[in-house]
Nanobody
Framework: QVQLVESGGGLVQAGGSLRLSCAASGSIFSTAIMGWYRQTPGKQRELVANINSGGSTNYADSVKGRFTISRDNAKNTVYLQMNSLKPEDTAVYSC???????????WGQGTQVTVSS
């Protein structure tokens, strides 16, 4: 089992920045892919960014150039630095830990990010 605890959400004005953190505990493997997803009411959850154990990253087109994902394997923590935030970035952001080759897929409880115009 893996537990994920997110922090760092909140209310910010458009153009501002926030940094989300997700700390993993339990049966952790550094080979896991970790990522951030977001969801707004009535819409499907969408990938924001993910990062593999080697540091390769993948971003949604809507956040490229504004968001940066990183991970600290020693701390089992993944971060999402969000800059130049827009009102359309408002969503519940959830951390994900997965090892698809081991059928492992875990989610955090989610943290609200609200960007005011």
């Amino acid at each position: 089992q893996v537990q994920l605890v997110e922090s760092g959400g909140g209310l910010v004005q458009a153009g501002g920045s926030l940094r989300l953190s997700c700390a993993a505990s339990g049966s952790i493997f550094s080979t896991a892919i970790m990522g951030w997803y977001r969801q707004t009411p009535g819409k499907q959850r969408e990938l924001v960014a993910n990062i593999n154990s080697g540091g390769s990253t993948n971003y949604a087109d809507s956040v490229k150039g504004r968001f940066t994902i990183s991970r600290d394997n020693a701390k089992n923590t993944v971060y999402l630095q969000m800059n130049s935030l827009k009102p359309e970035d408002t969503a519940v952001y959830s951390c994900n830990y997965r090892r698809p080759w081991a059928a492992a897929n875990y989610w955090g409880q989610g943290t609200q990010v609200t960007v005011s115009s």
